[in-house]
């Protein structure tokens, strides 16, 4: 199953002023693009063009990092991008969502904390995540495009911290970010279809 760059769904400037017309342009158009291509000519190269994304993250892991890399980070963004919504974030989640956070993360204001505390405690490249691993919502961070798949869990939302997510707009204020991301920026309604789908 080759690579396909899916369509923003909304309007390049639906997320400013917390992510900027110019951001999602280089960010969808640029560096996801050059992920499904340069991901399509490796997984063909590789023998696993017919095969989904996620089983090619999990085959090319510790094997074929080139592949891994571009795999991973197509993975990533898919939902990255679904992960994001204009007048997102903020703590009215769906009952579900929050009950579980409750009971794993420690409430919202705890999740709020670590997350963004993931996020900024990445070292260079990489992403901080919500997964559900042994059916218990858990908060990691992982390095360039690594992602809790390939650790056993399933992400329900995860940020990206490359800095092509965030330089146009914060420069190196990094906590800035992913504050906004957090409180302005997180379409809940994905966490909760996340969330569902890997609780089945």
Do not use: C
């Not at 989904?52 to 571009?70: H, M, R, T, W």
């Amino acid at each position: 199953m080759a690579f396909q760059l899916p369509e923003l769904p909304y309007a390049y400037d639906a997320l400013a002023p917390y992510m900027s017309a110019e951001t999602l342009e280089y960010h969808h158009d640029k560096h996801h693009k050059a992920y499904v291509d340069t991901g399509n000519t490796l997984a063909e190269k590789a023998g696993l063009a017919d095969k989904s994304v996620e089983e090619i993250v999990k085959a090319s892991y510790g094997k074929d990092q080139p592949l891994f890399n571009n795999a991973a980070q197509h993975y990533n963004h898919i939902h990255f991008w679904k992960w994001l919504k204009k007048d997102g974030g903020g703590k009215s989640l769906p009952g579900k969502l929050q009950t579980a956070f409750d009971s794993d993360l420690g409430g919202y204001d705890k999740f709020r904390n670590d997350l963004i505390e993931a996020g900024k405690g990445q070292f260079g490249s990489g992403w901080a995540w919500v997964s559900l691993k042994d059916g218990k919502l858990e908060i990691s961070k992982t390095p360039n495009g690594e992602n809790p798949l390939v650790h056993g869990g399933t992400p329900i939302l995860g940020v990206d911290v490359w800095e092509h997510s965030y330089y146009i707009d914060y420069r190196n204020a990094r906590p800035k970010y992913l504050e906004a991301f957090v409180d302005n920026l997180i379409n809940w309604d994905y966490v909760l279809e996340r969330y569902e789908a890997a609780s089945a």
